[in-house]
């Protein structure tokens, strides 16, 4: 917030990145991530995304309120159960985004 610059390492240790990695490797690093992503639950990710949006900068009743409201319409979705499904029958989830 202060607008200082800080090296790449002091961002790594104070959690602004998730990891350092160098610049030959970024992209193929990048893709393994949003591979990793894309495996989730399309609906828990679109809901974790706007409850980020909608709640920057509001106090936090407010922020909880919101917060539920989106994770109670999730947990009412078919993804919300086959998850738990596919884990006990150690079996990777099919999400549908329904």
């Known amino acids: 917030m202060t607008g200082d610059r800080i090296s790449a390492e002091e961002a790594h240790r104070i959690g602004f990145v998730n990891e350092i990695v160098a610049k030959e490797k970024v992209m193929p690093r990048a893709l393994e991530f949003a591979e990793r992503l894309a495996r989730n639950a399309p609906l828990a990710l679109r809901a974790i995304k706007e409850a ?34 596919a884990f006990m029958e150690k079996r990777e989830p099919v999400f549908k985004g329904e």
Do not use: C, F, N, Q
């Open 52 to 85: 980020v949006i909608r709640t920057s900068g509001l106090p936090l009743e407010e922020a909880y309120g919101i917060e539920h409201e989106i994770s109670a319409r999730v947990m009412r979705s078919k993804d919300a159960r086959e998850g738990p499904k």
